[in-house]
Nanobody
Framework: QVQLVESGGGLVQAGGSLNLSCTAT????????MSWHRQAPGKERELVAV????????KYAESVKGRFTVSRDNAKSTVYLQMHSLAPDDTAVYYC??????????WGQGTQVTVSS
């Protein structure tokens, strides 16, 4: 079983920055593919960024390319999402997701990000 705990959400003005963290326990972290997703009110959950187990491969949603950066520290079992140039459209609950080698997926509880205009 993998447990995920996100932190770092909050309220920020448009143009500002926030850094999210997600710490995993219960599994060898470097074996986990990690991703960030978000869900805005009334919308479906969408993929924001993915990072491979060793961090060598990343992928971003078009809407966040150039503004968000995903990274991981396997020694700390933590994945990060640096968010810059935030806009009101980025307002959502942000979720961390881990996928094991057997393709079983686990979700964190989510952290609220609110961007005011």
């Amino acid at each position: 079983q993998v447990q995920l705990v996100e932190s770092g959400g909050g309220l920020v003005q448009a143009g500002g920055s926030l850094n999210l963290s997600c710490t995993a326990t219960g599994f060898t972290f470097s074996f986990l593919s990690m991703s960030w997703h978000r869900q805005a009110p009334g919308k479906e959950r969408e993929l924001v960024a993915v990072i491979s187990g060793q961090g060598g491969r990343t992928k971003y949603a078009e809407s966040v390319k150039g503004r968000f950066t995903v990274s991981r520290d396997n020694a700390k079992s933590t994945v990060y999402l640096q968010m810059h140039s935030l806009a009101p459209d980025d307002t959502a609950v942000y979720y961390c997701r881990a996928v094991r080698l057997d393709e079983r997926a686990f979700w964190g509880q989510g952290t609220q990000v609110t961007v005011s205009s």
